[in-house]
């Protein structure tokens, strides 16, 4: 594992290696560098099957960090690498031509994301939703319970108290204390 | 030979022409191919899931899968959510078999969290018992549901009715039959019962008679071997290039269980050898599930054989209203009744996750597989050919 | 294909003259024990607490007002309203219940033609499934959603405290306090109790994140005494803590003290925490009687508000009751300075050994200040009027507690019995101990009180601590008579305490006679409460103003005293003794203050 | 006789044939529930599904063709019990039974379906589409066997009448053309499996790929004309095979007797063989049955 | 050749949507389901909307019961045959194998399955929905003939459940089509679903299950609540 990870660092120069497990790697890799690197891992290292593809949205860094993870059946070692890729205008290359379902992550990244992937078949139709008009669902400025409220005509007649508000009212109204709510869940 | 006589085969080299980008050249309006929707409201897709087929005849000439049809947007949701409550929304992301999510979140939040070498053995054996009757149960729908798929009821009757037992026994460990909401972050949510085993032997008992059953009915049917026999084949070579996982890879000669290459829990400690085929079709596939049916069943014995009469269930964690996890990501994987599931799971200091997906092997099975297989197959086979990859809808779009 | 695949499928008609194995009733069948169905609420149990409400993923869970429960101390009245339009029966609401009164039945049949009628209030609306003994709850020992049991808190030995005056508490460290703060369920109910009413959850909730700053920023909102406060405060909240109903209360003290602990003393930094560097002087005056908590928290909160204000305290140094009347080893000196000096740093005034009624009369104070606030405290100890107490070997409690602490010379003699079960007796009772082994290498302390070992007022670390030291208490018997026998206190003859209260509630004890003790010893002190000295005010000010059955000024809600608009009372004599009523009601008056003063604008 | 009593007697035939067709249908459902190890149904539900299907208050047509689909189907069943004999020797019971019904009959058994495959083709559904065009190739290879297998018995008995079949099989079961003439009932019996429309052999109204094939688009009362017409059907279908092969019936018990049973022999393989693909289904007849046909035939042409 | 006569409704409803396709920004109209023109074969170029043209254009009419009697015994007759739809719309589907299996078999109570929507009378809503799959709800709603019933499982369609923040599942089912019977769980054990069917039953023999009508009656509401969250109205609005 070790080996391989110093391998590949000095063919495509890792960053934040972390050893997750013995035998599972994350690492980042430079954009331009990830699809060779996947490339000459399924075809030279052994790790021939395709776990998956996934997206974080770092919002605070203007970031989305792709990673994909490959797996070494033989070896039974897992190597994750990390794409961060800018947030303004997020395009790709796109990875379809090695292994058959990437087009399937690809097609659920543009659509949750909108990270296009300029060559990968059928990217552009609709995966999960229909009819969506509005930014991206994954985003995480996009808030969920807020579109829910706003469009699906949520039951009314529920109020709520918070019990030492409730309590402040009822039990010393004009007295000066901290108001805050605390709330562990809005 | 009767068929070949026939001419039943058509002649794909000459139609459709494909064009320069790969696609294919269907014209609607030529009359030559008909469109056909299959689903979402259709008996015969399995979950909720529609199929865009083009027809030639009664043979398809391309198939387009589409999905979200179940889509509820979980990994949204997980992400709004601490990390105990996410365990009872992530359970839901796939029906069929919900415990492994639970175990997958849970692993994943205890590996990141760093406790996992704090969960007690007495909350890992049971956490192995409720994963291994979950697959129980998921096969006593699928093995038989394979002839279903043919109309051939019965069996599926029979399985439906031991499975019910087996829910039955959920019950009563859990506290619910289908959405169990047991393997929680840190252990599990209690002891086995009074009198459990030998309740439990009782139906496994059933299901030995049932593996008997279902053998001579199936497995041993001219027409069954007939209709499946050299249908939807997965060659070798196609378990890596389309990420064939499971019992589905191992029909076709690539033996791959997440419990043997990878042992989580004490799997180590079990006597067992994952089934394998070489053919790669569908009665391959039914025959290796109806094998890992009889290897499940001995699992649960060997477990509740090993397993110590009573422990902890559940480690000191934090606060469960307070908890946070330090920065982190991790991809977990244990293999399910349709073998390796998986979780990657991004965690950013908060209470709250930062980012949770699932790799369910329906994702490639059910999509990139299955719209390549379906091409020159009848429309009679698709139902059956969804079943034997074990196509699981909520899981493809969460 | 061979012939025999045609065959063996004709097996499964073995089947068909078997029975069913339907169930013949299914509805209604009754589910597994552990089933989890339809909700129950213990109401009485339940505090209304709302960490069902926290917990729940699907925000199923209102809380309501319920006809019939009162919100009182350590009861928000409250209780949980369930939307089975959202509810995904996880029963994370039971594993989390702070007071086990939530539960599930197995009950699961509900069917309706109206979905608004799926919102109930388990417990409180009538449902048939509440008599079902069956269904989840919480599952065995060891499956905790927060920790039950308290971090210890680190104390020296006894061997090694019992000799000396030096706290004897250690504190929390970083990662005991945040282990401990993470075990609050962030409820609130301790806030009401609070008579100060505290931001608990919050502070806690910065200790979790490690923002002391924070942390500072809430204890000053509501208390200007957290160094104190955190160590001797009577801590209410702990008794109505949620999490203390099925576990241990949270040591919120502690917590408290952990926060202030992590500031060091230094004014500028306190100032430059609190935000309170340049305070704007409205140009309005205020005099303040005593410097005890009530004195200092009013005129914490004046300064803030601008008031230039005066302390006039009789004693050398500032602190009342919490340095004079609390030993050492309890609440270090420096620690109340370190409070002390950032109010000084606020620009209050003090102006120590000043007797008011000799040195400056209250009228004079009226005509120089704008407003005066008494907060004088209680100085003199209560007598048991028993037979005997007369004696000149028969003290007060406050009087020796005093006289240590100016390092007057204390008498100690060998035995010492001390009547009262009071934490003010326990200081007494541990001061003496220390006292006697300084003196005599050995502790022989008995201290009685009326009330029984459950029921006593100290709090229970405090005579743990105490027995660990070395000193007896015997609780449940009644003084009876000092046995003196040439002028000599000889020792103190109890009977035992049947009752204290009678069926009106009113104070009569009753003791059994045949069950009578004699507790030796060569001195008896005291302590069984304490008195007011308002011998600083003048009879014309006292025919002003109203006193109530008990002798205390009447004062209304801003704590003004009814005839004498100026005059502002707060602390022991109006609430007490209790050092965070004194900072709460100090707090309440310096608003009343400024309301009082800018009434005309 | 009378031809007013004559009509009297067939429709009161009629009716016990559709209610003999009901109770049989549910009871081979019980029994099929049986086998599951459930109960099933209970007895009465053919006809409480039948007047819930004329209660239903909604008809929609695509159409005239979409109106005569479950007529036609219904016609093809009336057809085919108007010229079969039912009762041996008993007049009333004989219908309209007269010399060359055979063939009618053999037109009527196909009329039912080119009806419905003129009224699926209008409903627009093209599940109905595929299950019709399924349907008709599926009855041709079932015909095709069947027709060879019972020109073999005109050859036999020198008659296309059914009546003058009947006669000749009576005195004995040892006299039934299933001894007589094994080759050529066997060819009937097996291509029976298919006019019977279970399984292997129903894959015109597989409900898990076609949902129910020709019918999808039929609801309310025109799903209760082509329920009462499938009952009717049923049993005559079970009548045909009765008369040309096991002897036909002289009284009403042998023939619930007979019909049950011819119809058990359906159930009996449906219920443990999967279906058969439509191409897979035409082979089969087109080897096994036809082969046999043939045979037969050549038997008796020498 | 005359003229191709197209139902004046039709012919309305064909201009408001073109209109509305016109005004609205982004339109989800496939492209072979837009409006064309096309040569028809004696040369007369005829517009033709696909989407209208699978269909007929016909609301739903509300079909009122019958004699006070009659109605009495073909309610008895249609509470006793319930046909359920195959359609499984959300988890609560997997609680329906074991209710055809063995171990509840509900056939004992006249409730059967049927796979299309113009042979079945009742509905299961068997939990979540998506807007994707209300969509086609809703087509195989208006599909299935009148007197239908709608039973709704779960927490999920009273309000939401668990999906209640989900941006793809509604919160209430009642606002698009009118549900009978709701019964509580997440979802509800077989046991509770034969209660369910128990209710309706009792329902339709006491003719209170005329939820069909009311929503012919309330017709526009529905659909104006159905338009607001289903953007892409692949389809007619009115395809009875």
Known sequence: MKELVEKLNTKYALQDIIYQRDNMVFATISKELVIEAITYMRDYEGFAHFVMMSCADWIEDNKFQLTYILNNPQQRCDVALRVMIERENPTMTSAHHLWKQVWTYQREIREAFGIQFPGSPRVEENFVLEGWTDKPHMLRDFDTHEYAEKTYFPRGGRTTNDPATYMREKLYPNQPVTAKKNKNVE | ?398 | ?601 | ?302 | ?240
């Open chain 2, 1 to 398: 030979m009767l068929n070949n006589f026939f001419g039943f085969k058509p002649d794909r080299s000459k139609y459709p022409s494909v064009n320069e980008d790969g696609s294919l050249n269907i014209d609607l309006s030529s009359h030559q191919y008909t469109k056909l929707w299959l689903g979402p409201n259709h008996p015969g897709v399995t979950g909720n899931m529609a199929m865009e087929l083009t027809l030639n005849g009664d043979e398809i000439v391309e198939g387009k899968t589409h999905v979200g049809y179940l889509h509820r947007g979980f990994e949204k949701l997980i992400e709004r959510r601490l990390f105990v409550q996410g365990f009872p929304t992530s359970i839901r992301m796939c029906v069929a078999e919900p415990d492994t999510n639970e175990y997958l979140i849970a692993a994943c939040t205890e590996e990141l969290s760093g406790y996992d070498k704090q969960i007690p053995d007495m909350a890992k054996w049971l956490r192995m018992l409720s994963l291994e009757m979950a697959r129980l149960q998921g096969l006593l729908r699928g093995v038989p549901g394979q002839a279903g798929t043919y109309s051939l009821g019965i069996g599926v009757q029979w399985g439906v009715y031991l499975r019910d037992l087996i829910l039955d026994r959920f019950e009563e460990l859990t506290g619910a039959r289908v959405y169990h909401m047991y393997i929680i972050p840190g252990g599990v949510r209690g002891l086995l019962p009074e009198g459990f085993k030998a309740r439990m032997e009782d139906n496994l008992k059933d299901i030995d008679d049932f593996i008997v059953r279902i053998k001579k009915l199936m497995f041993d049917n001219a027409i069954f071997k007939k209709r499946s026999i050299g249908q939807g084949i997965v060659t070798k070579e196609m378990v890596d290039k389309y990420g064939v996982v499971g019992t589905t890879a191992r029909a076709s000669g690539v033996k791959r269980d997440v419990r043997k290459d990878n042992p989580y829990l004490f799997y180590d400690q079990l006597d067992f050898d994952p089934p394998t085929a070489e053919e790669g079709d569908i009665y391959a596939r039914t025959f290796v599930r109806w094998q890992e049916l009889i290897q499940t069943v001995d699992l649960i014995r060997q477990i509740m054989a090993k397993m110590p009469e009573k422990g902890d269930i559940r480690a000191q964690m934090p606060n469960v209203l307070n908890w946070r996890i330090p920065k982190g990501e991790t991809y977990v994987r244990i293999e399910s009744g349709r073998g390796e599931y998986g979780m990657y799971y991004v965690t950013d200091g908060s209470d709250k996750p930062r980012r949770v997906n699932l790799r369910g092997p329906s994702y490639t099975h059910g999509v990139a597989l299955l719209e390549d297989l379906l091409v020159n197959t009848n429309i009679a086979d698709i139902h059956a050919l969804m079943v034997s990859l074990q196509t699981c809808p909520p899981e493809i779009e969460r």
């Open chain 4, 1 to 302: 006789m009378n031809i007013y009593v004559k009509i009297a007697y067939t429709f009161l035939g009629l009716m016990i044939v559709l209610n003999w067709g009901m109770l049989m249908r549910v009871t081979f459902r019980k029994i099929g529930a049986r086998m599951a190890g459930r109960h099933g149904v209970p007895f009465r539900q053919p006809w409480i599904d039948l007047i819930k299907n004329i209660a239903v208050r909604t008809t929609l047509t695509h159409g005239v063709m979409f109106y005569l689909g479950p007529v036609f189907r219904f016609s093809g069943a009336v057809g085919l019990f108007l010229f079969m004999p039912i009762l041996f020797g008993k007049e009333a019971w004989m219908n309209f039974s007269f010399e060359g019904d055979l063939v009618l009959i053999l037109y009527f058994q196909l009329f039912g379906m080119l009806g419905m495959a003129l009224g699926a083709g209008e409903g627009g559904q093209p599940h109905s589409a595929i299950g019709i065009s399924r349907g008709l190739a599926q009855h041709a290879a079932v015909e095709l066997p069947m027709t060879m297998g019972i020109i073999a018995l005109a050859i036999q008995y020198q008659t296309l009448s059914i009546s003058e079949i009947v006669a000749a099989q009576q005195g004995g079961f040892l006299h039934w053309s299933f001894f007589t003439n094994p080759v050529a009932s066997a060819a009937i019996m097996l291509s029976a499996l298919g006019a019977f429309g279970y399984s292997p052999f129903n894959l015109v109204k597989a409900p898990n790929e076609i949902p129910i094939g020709p019918p999808t688009e039929y609801h309310g009362t025109y799903l209760g004309v082509l329920m009462t017409s499938g009952n009717i059907l049923g049993v005559m279908e079970t009548i045909l095979f009765m008369n040309l092969v096991f002897g036909g019936a002289t009284n009403w018990f042998e023939l619930i007797i007979k019909s049950f049973l011819i119809y058990f022999y359906a159930v009996f393989v449906g219920m443990v063989f999967p279906r058969f693909r439509i191409e897979q289904s035409v082979a089969w007849f087109f080897k096994i049955p036809l082969l046999l046909g043939f045979i037969a035939i050549l038997m008796y042409s020498f």
């Open chain 3, 1 to 601: 294909m061979n012939i025999k695949d045609i065959f063996t499928p004709f097996t499964a008609w073995s089947g068909v003259l078997k029975d069913p194995v339907t169930i013949k009733n299914p509805i209604g069948r009754e589910a597994a024990p552990r089933y989890r169905g339809f909700h129950d609420n213990d109401i009485n149990v339940c505090i209304g607490c709302g960490t069902c409400e926290a917990i729940c993923e699907n925000q199923a869970i209102d809380l309501v007002p319920v006809d019939g429960i009162d919100t009182k101390s350590g009861d928000s009245g409250l209780r949980p309203k369930i939307d089975y339009g959202r509810c995904c029966w996880c029963a994370l609401c039971v594993d989390i219940c702070t007071t086990d009164s939530l539960r599930l039945t197995n009950e699961y049949t509900w069917v309706d033609t109206d979905a608004d009628n799926f919102r109930f209030i388990p417990g409180v609306d009538p449902k048939d499934w509440y008599e079902k003994e069956d269904g989840w709850r919480k599952p065995v020992p060891n499956y905790n959603f927060y920790g039950k049991e308290r971090v210890h808190m680190g104390e020296l030995h006894a061997d090694e405290r019992s000799d000396s005056f030096i706290e004897f508490v250690k504190g929390y460290s970083k990662e005991q306090a945040q282990q401990e703060a993470d075990r609050c369920v962030s409820c609130g109910i301790c806030t009401a109790t609070c008579p100060a009413h505290m931001g608990i959850p919050e502070y806690i909730k910065a200790v979790r994140n490690d923002d002391m700053e924070e942390g500072m920023r809430v204890l000053y909102e509501t208390n200007p005494l957290p160094e104190i406060c955190g160590r001797i405060c009577t801590h209410k909240c702990e008794d109505v803590c949620s999490v203390g109903h099925t576990g241990d209360a949270l040591s919120i003290r502690w917590l408290k003290r952990y926060i202030a602990d992590q500031i060091p003393a230094d004014t500028d930094k306190y100032k430059d925490i609190l935000g309170t560097g340049d305070l704007a002087k409205n140009g309005k005056k205020i005099a303040i009687i005593g410097s005890g908590p009530s004195g200092l928290s009013a005129a914490h909160y004046l300064a803030l508000l601008g008031y230039s204000c005066t302390i006039f305290e009789k004693l050398p140094k500032a602190g009342g009751m919490m340095r004079y009347g609390i030993p050492e080893y309890r609440l270090p000196y420096d620690q109340i300075d370190k409070d002390v000096d950032y109010i000084a740093a606020l620009g209050v005034e003090f102006k120590y050994n000043v007797n008011i009624g000799t040195d400056i009369t209250l009228e004079q104070l009226e005509k120089d200040y704008d407003a005066v606030f008494s907060g004088t405290g209680l100085h003199l100890g209560r007598s048991t009027r028993i037979p005997g107490s007369d004696n000149e070997n028969v003290y007060q409690s406050v009087d020796l507690l005093r006289d240590i602490v100016l390092e007057k010379p204390v008498p100690v003699k060998e035995r010492v019995v001390v009547i009262g079960g009071g934490n003010v007796a326990m200081d007494i009772t541990r001061s003496m101990a220390r006292l006697q082994m300084q003196q005599f290498g050995k502790v022989n302390v008995i201290t009685t009180s009326l009330e029984d070992e459950e029921h006593m007022p100290a709090d229970r670390e405090e005579i743990v601590e105490a027995r660990e030291e070395g000193c007896s208490i015997i609780p449940g018997y009644g003084p009876q008579e000092i046995i003196i026998e040439d002028g000599k206190v000889k020792g103190l003859k109890v009977w035992k305490c049947l009752s204290i209260f009678d069926e009106k509630g009113m104070f009569n004890p009753k003791f059994d006679q045949a069950e009578e003790r004699v507790f030796e010893g060569d001195m008896v002190i005291e302590s069984i409460g304490q008195g007011m000295d308002l011998s600083y005010l003048t009879e014309e000010i006292k025919s002003k103003i109203e006193f109530n059955n008990r002798g205390r000024i009447v004062v209304d809600a801003d704590f003004q005293a009814k005839g004498l608009p100026w005059l502002f009372v707060g602390g022991d004599i109006i609430e007490g003794p209790d050092v965070i009523h004194g900072i709460a009601n100090g707090h309440r008056a310096a608003m009343g203050i400024d309301k009082f003063l800018n009434q005309g604008r």
């Open chain 5, 1 to 240: 050749m005359s003229e191709l006569n197209i139902n004046s409704k039709v012919q309305e409803m064909l201009e408001r949507s073109e209109q509305n396709a016109k005004n609205s920004e982004k339109t989800f109209v496939r492209p072979e389901d837009e409006v064309r023109e096309v040569v028809a074969p004696d040369g007369s170029i005829i517009k033709i909307n696909p989407l209208y043209d699978y269909f007929s254009g016909e609301r739903p009419k509300e079909e009122k019961p019958k004699n006070a009697i009659v109605e009495k015994f073909l309610n008895w007759a249609r509470s006793e045959s319930i046909w359920v739809l195959g359609f499984g719309t959300g988890c609560g589907s997997i609680e329906i194998p074991p209710l055809v299996t063995p171990r509840y078999d509900m056939f004992r109570f006249g409730v059967q399955m049927r796979p299309t929507p113009r042979q079945s009378n009742a509905f299961i809503i068997s939990g979540y929905l998506s807007v994707k799959t209300l969509k086609r709800v809703i087509r195989s709603y208006e599909q299935m003939p009148s007197p239908k019933y709608v039973i709704a499982l779960g927490s999920c369609t009273i309000n939401g459940g668990m999906y209640y923040d989900s941006y793809s599942t509604i919160n209430r089912l009642d606002k698009y089509i009118p549900v009978d019977v709701y019964i509580a769980g997440c979802m509800p054990r077989p046991e509770a679903l034969l209660a369910g069917f128990g209710k309706l039953k009792e329902l339709i023999k006491e003719g209170k299950a005329e939820k069909a009508n009311e929503y012919a009656r309330n017709f526009d509401e529905y659909k104006a609540n159905q338009k607001k969250i289903i953007k892409d109205w692949n389809m007619p609005d009115y395809n009875w």
